[in-house]
T-cell receptor, first 114, second 114 residues
């Protein structure tokens, strides 16, 4: 079975500060991992994904994530938060033998303060 | 731009009155998914189509049905909406079922049940 766990349902950061969102995974096979962002009353938008190759993945809007197999982690970071980063962020793992289904984490709500 | 479109964006229905939500895509993807997302929760997969093959999740209530008349369109029918069915409904598409493929989401339809 595969799953992801997001640590912290709410994160508050100051504008200009580092954004760090934590995601740990559990998988018996090489995981394929995704980060999505959801703005209020919108669908999910892909920020970045890890499949194979380089473990540091760069995404849109200045976000990046590092796949660390030894720590079973795929944390999302952004060096400097903008007000526009206020949203909900979901980590997800692509399931095996499941027609491409995603298993989502519970989500982390990010609040950016001036 | 190729995209996933959902109509309407907001839908209000009465308790027990059938309602249909619509999703269309210009991506020509083989797979289409329907998710239910309740407030502050992760999306929950209801069912998906691979081409015309329908796959229902084991815990999806019988009250929820779907149709995919062609590659571009997919509909979610709620036969007798209850108050507990009020949620955001998300449609997503995917090229095929490789685990590395990205799911592309529409903007969602927010359903209110009175």
């Amino acid at each position: 079975a595969q799953s992801v766990t997001q640590l912290g349902s709410h994160v508050s950061v100051s504008e200009g500060a580092l954004v760090l969102l934590r995601c740990n995974y559990s998988s018996s096979v090489p995981p394929y991992l995704f980060w999505y962002v959801q703005y209020p009353n919108q669908g999910l938008q892909l920020l970045l994904k890890y499949t194979t190759g380089a473990t540091l993945v760069k995404g849109i809007n200045g976000f990046e994530a590092e796949f660390k197999k030894s720590e079973t982690s795929f944390h999302l970071t952004k060096p400097s938060a903008h007000m526009s980063d206020a949203a909900e962020y979901f980590c997800a793992v692509s399931l095996t033998d499941s027609w491409g289904k995603l298993q989502f984490g519970a989500g982390t709500q990010v609040v950016v303060t001036p | 731009d190729a995209m996933v479109i959902q109509n309407p964006r907001y839908q209000v229905t009465q308790f027990g009155k059938p309602v249909t939500l619509s999703c269309s895509q210009t991506l020509n993807h083989n797979v289409m998914y329907w998710y239910q997302q309740k407030s502050s929760q992760a999306p929950k997969l209801l069912f998906h189509y691979y081409d015309k093959d329908f796959n229902n999740e084991a815990d999806t209530p019988d009250n929820f049905q779907s149709r995919r008349p062609n590659t571009s369109f997919c509909f979610l029918d709620i036969r007798s909406p209850g108050l507990g069915d009020a949620a955001m409904y998300l449609c997503a598409t995917r090229q095929n079922t490789l685990r590395t493929d990205t799911q592309y989401f529409g903007p969602g339809t927010r359903l209110t049940v009175l």
